[in-house]
């Protein structure tokens, strides 16, 4: 006979401590594994199933040790003895709406010499306007969207400096390419109301659609992903 849910490391204290991860949980919040977004209630996750509380350390149920995260449970269960990224090499998706503090995160955690792509601050860069603008022309857009594709591309090759992407919303396709490239992700939101006020504030008034779009997409239930062939800059939209 096996042994038992207790004796593998899986008993009341497993239990209690996924509890207390679950307390924590914010309704979103991106899974470490596959960045699609976790949920509390069962039914919202992309495959229906109550999310799983997983060791960093893949023995360390075994060794007596607390779950530190959670995962879907079909994250977790493709996680297997594996980790988030094969080398010291971090590579970090950072997720959010516009005016949430994305770039903020990324200069209060990034240091000299990481790889840093940011849309808004290579618009800047090649347009010649001061950091913090966020109105440019499409001649500087359109080359900008095409420079930064092939900017991810080659900095998830590369394993010799940490690398911080600034994604807002990726696609269920680009979030799929970002996970078997062994990338972690943060999503960054202060709230709704604190976007919206900061947006009205700060921002021109065209990028309110872009904050009414993020949290509509972030109320839907997200669609399953399967791997799929192809190529082409929708794998990184």
């Given at each position: 006979m096996g042994l038992s849910a207790s004796a593998r490391g899986y008993g009341k204290l497993h239990q209690r401590?996924?509890?207390?991860?679950?307390?924590?949980?914010?309704?979103?919040?991106?899974?470490?594994?596959?960045?699609?977004p976790m949920y509390a209630v069962a039914v919202k996750n992309f495959d229906g199933k109550p999310l799983a509380a997983d060791?960093?350390?893949?023995?360390?149920?075994?060794?007596?040790?607390?779950p530190e995260r959670l995962l879907h449970f079909t994250c977790n269960s493709q996680r297997g003895g594996g980790e988030v990224t094969t080398s010291s090499v971090r590579k970090i998706v950072v997720m959010g709406p516009p005016c949430g503090g994305k770039t903020t995160w990324v200069s209060e955690h990034?240091?000299?010499?990481?790889?840093?792509?940011?849309?808004?601050?290579?618009?800047?860069?090649?347009?010649?306007?001061?950091?913090?603008?966020?109105?440019?022309?499409?001649?500087?857009a359109r080359l900008v969207?095409?420079?930064?594709?092939?900017?991810?591309?080659?900095?998830?090759?590369?394993?010799?400096?940490?690398?911080?992407?600034?994604?807002?919303?990726p696609s269920e396709s680009a979030l799929l390419r970002y996970a078997e490239a062994g990338c972690e992700f943060k999503r960054v939101d202060p709230?709704?109301?604190?976007?919206?006020?900061?947006?009205?504030?700060?921002?021109?008034?065209?990028?309110?659609?872009?904050?009414?779009?993020?949290?509509?997409?972030?109320?839907?239930?997200?669609?399953?992903?399967?791997?799929?062939?192809?190529?082409?800059?929708?794998?990184?939209?």
């Open positions: 401590a996924r509890e207390s991860l679950m307390l924590r949980l914010r309704d979103g919040t991106p899974c470490p594994w596959c960045g699609r060791h960093l350390n893949f023995h360390g149920a075994r060794n007596g040790e607390l990034a240091k000299p010499g990481d790889i840093r792509i940011d849309y808004d601050h290579l618009c800047n860069l090649i347009g010649g306007y001061p950091i913090g603008n966020h109105d440019y022309p499409q001649v500087v969207r095409k420079a930064r594709l092939l900017l991810i591309r080659e900095a998830l090759k590369q394993s010799e400096a940490d690398v911080y992407i600034i994604h807002s919303t709230g709704e109301a604190v976007v919206r006020e900061r947006c009205a504030r700060l921002r021109p008034k065209s990028f309110m659609f872009g904050v009414d779009k993020y949290y509509e997409s972030m109320r839907k239930k997200p669609a399953p992903v399967t791997p799929a062939g192809g190529g082409g800059s929708g794998f990184w939209g």
